[in-house]
Each structure stands twice: as structure tokens, then as C-alpha cells.
């Protein structure tokens, strides 16, 4: 069995609910927990559950973001964009952000640019600065795309917390070059939260807003 968890990202200009990124969790035994590969269940069944969890969040009466993942073979997958538009209409007028866990080629998010902006979808590069998600790699990918999202825990969990200041620090200059919404993951507690009001970061996501959560009608 699957679903979707949800964790809230929050406008803390204005302290407001900005919308929800959907976590899948696939439940084993008494307990829920990370599929071992995001792709053993279908893009299509994964969509049918978004529907649902938007539906119980009431998102389309409140105009909130849902932020989805792709992973890379779900990028590669040419029927992905088919099945995201065929989304967005059925939860309309809800706002649907596509976020690429990994980077896509520069032919691939042309392709998804022209085609999900035409339908009001937002597109966000997830992970910037970790993994294989370095400048160098995504500075082509820039142009096409309305957010970054840089995610603290990750440094964290890697033992480079102290890093985080001045990671933080590129990508806010980044974001600001490029024009680009940016939004900040791993905000655990008030600390975190003035470091992001320290660079101008709005949208903040993390355990001190909810952890991830089932939502319940």
C-alpha cells in the first residue's frame, strides 16, 4: 500500500501556508517507510494518489501549492508530461510544482519548460549544491526553471553543517541573479528561521513547521 505524506512549506513574510511538497511512503508491515525505488509503483497510480491527498488537503479551494518529485527515470519517461498535465487540469485551481530530484539534460527541461508553463506549472531544481546537483551542472538549467531548493539536512546528515552559511550565501546570490524563487529545506528550529531571514529566503519547509504527516479528511 501507498501513499502520500505530506510536510507544509510556509510564506514567512507573511507568515502564511504556501503549500505542501507530497512525500510517498509505502507502508510495511505496522509501519511506513521510504520505497526503495520510487519507481516500483507507476507514475499513473502516483498521480491517482495526489488527486486524492489534494482532495482531503482541499488545496483546490485554497489556491496552495503541491510540490511533486521526478526522479530520473520518471524524466525520462516520455509519457510523464502527458500524465502531469492530465494532473494539474483534474486539481485545478491548485498549484502544481514539478521538482526535478535530479538534474534533467538542457534539451530535457527545455521540453518540460514549454510545455508545463503553458499550463501554470512551476518547475524547482531540488537539492542544489549536493549530489550532482553543483553549479557547474545546472548553470545551463537556470534559464528555464522558477525555483531552486537547497536542503540543509543534507549538508547535515554529510557531516558539513558548517558549510551551510556560506552554501547559503552562493545560492541566495544564484537565485537572485537568475530570478528565481528559492526555497529553504531542514528549517528545524528559530535559528534556522532568522539564517533564512539573514539571506531573504520566503518559502521555508521543515520539522519546525510539521513533519511529514498523512493528511486525514
Do not use: C
Not at 17 to 34: A, C, F, I, P, S
Not at 163 to 186: C, H, N, Q, S
Amino acid at each position: 500500500m501507498y501513499r502520500f505524506f505530506v510536510q507544509p512549506q510556509v510564506n514567512e513574510q507573511d507568515h502564511s501556508l504556501y503549500g505542501y511538497e507530497v512525500l510517498l511512503r509505502k507502508r510495511q508491515k505496522d509501519t511506513w517507510t521510504l520505497p526503495n525505488d520510487f519507481s516500483e509503483i507507476s507514475l499513473d497510480k502516483q498521480s491517482e494518489l495526489l488527486e486524492q491527498t489534494a482532495t482531503v488537503l482541499q488545496t483546490s479551494l485554497t489556491n496552495k501549492v503541491i510540490a511533486f518529485n521526478l526522479n530520473r527515470d520518471q524524466i525520462d519517461n516520455p509519457l510523464t508530461i502527458g500524465t502531469m498535465i492530465a494532473l494539474k487540469k483534474r486539481i485545478n485551481p491548485a498549484a502544481l510544482t514539478i521538482e526535478f530530484t535530479e538534474a534533467p539534460t538542457l534539451d530535457e527541461v527545455q521540453h518540460y519548460s514549454v510545455l508545463l508553463h503553458q499550463y501554470g506549472m512551476k518547475l524547482v531544481i531540488d537539492d542544489v549544491g549536493t549530489g550532482s546537483n553543483t553549479f557547474d551542472n545546472i548553470k545551463p538549467l537556470l534559464p528555464y526553471v522558477d525555483q531552486i531548493k537547497f536542503a540543509m539536512q543534507n549538508l547535515r546528515m554529510s557531516g558539513q553543517a558548517d558549510k551551510i552559511p556560506a552554501k547559503l550565501a552562493f545560492w541566495t546570490d544564484i537565485a537572485r541573479e537568475y530570478r528565481l524563487e528559492m526555497v529553504l529545506e531542514g528549517v528545524e528550529n528559530h535559528t534556522d528561521q532568522a539564517l533564512a531571514e539573514k539571506f531573504g529566503i520566503k518559502i521555508n519547509q521543515g520539522y519546525l513547521y510539521g513533519k511529514p504527516e498523512m493528511p486525514v479528511a
